[in-house]
């Protein structure tokens, strides 16, 4: 088991809506690192007060998989690929596990539902970019229908960590009367969302995969910028009012680390020199709301 915490982010009580309503940390032990977002804590608690009060939330419980990311999802699809020689597939083997390996520095300041989903949907365009480099049109496809899958897999991860937190938080608080009672109906309106599929962190999930199908593009470069602007532009909407300097600021880290994050992969191998991003572009996005 891990001890990490879950830790809400400070930014979020700037506003008077926030302030007095839940204390500024609340800890899950046994949990993955997560920080409940803007969207996630107005499920919680929207203009509800609860003076001198403090939201607990107990404990979830992980298991620590054994197996990696390459064992679970294309162990199987290289061990039973036939059509290519052995040098190739130790090759792809290895392109793959690299397009896979953990960036821990990426979510060493916390989690919210848009950087994971992100870094998830980036890793489907590097193993999109690996899927370029099989000549094989049979295996390519094959590839990909893997690929799909892992990256839905990932995805369905990253909303199943808001859905245990809303369970835990309503579980707890579902036969109290008062405040807590209403934060308790907030968590489980925010768990039906999920079950129908229209949650924000599926809806955003949509709108960040349509980003990176874009295709009427210059170059390389010029789709990864439009991506980042959207992303940016997306959260901006999200935010609304509450949208500050300090929010931009945020987004921009995570659009910096996710593109330092693209060019240590594609840096490792000369076939994809041409897919390096440069590291002074600034994305502006529309101020009107």
Not at 36 to 55: A, F, G
Not at 91 to 99: F, Q, R
Not at 144 to 169: F, H, M, P, R, W
């Amino acid at each position: 088991m891990l001890k990490n915490h879950v830790s809400f982010h400070k930014s979020l009580f700037q506003s008077n809506l926030f302030k007095n309503t839940v204390p500024r940390e609340t800890t899950i032990k046994n949990a993955s690192s997560i920080k409940l977002e803007k969207q996630l804590l107005s499920d919680v608690v929207d203009t509800i007060r609860i003076p001198n009060q403090k939201l607990t939330i107990n404990k979830i419980k992980t298991e620590q998989s054994k197996s990696t990311e390459f064992d679970k999802y294309f162990s199987s699809f290289f061990e039973n690929l036939e059509g290519i020689s052995k040098v190739e597939k130790d090759y792809l083997t290895n392109l793959v596990k690299e397009a896979l390996r953990q960036n821990d520095d990426y979510f060493s300041k916390g989690w919210t539902s848009d950087i994971e989903s992100m870094y998830h949907l980036q890793t489907k365009e590097k193993l999109n970019l690996i899927a370029k480099n099989i000549p094989h049109s049979s295996v390519k496809n094959e590839f990909l229908a893997v690929v799909q899958d892992y990256t839905s897999a990932k995805l369905e991860q990253t909303v199943n960590k808001s859905l245990e937190t809303y369970e835990i938080i309503y579980n707890q608080h579902k036969e109290k009367k008062g405040s807590y009672r209403n934060i308790a109906d907030r968590m489980l309106n925010a768990i039906n969302n999920i079950q129908e599929g229209k949650h924000f962190v599926q809806n955003e999930q949509n709108l960040y995969s349509h980003l990176f199908l874009k295709s009427n593009v210059i170059s390389f470069q010029h789709k990864y910028e439009e991506v980042m602007k959207g992303y940016k532009q997306i959260q901006k909407n999200q935010f609304g009012e509450s949208w500050n300097e300090f929010s931009e600021m945020k987004v921009d880290d995570t659009i910096r680390m996710l593109k330092e994050n693209w060019n240590n992969f594609v840096n490792q191998f000369e076939a994809f020199s041409a897919y390096r991003l440069s590291s002074n572009t600034h994305y502006n996005v529309d101020m009107k709301i």
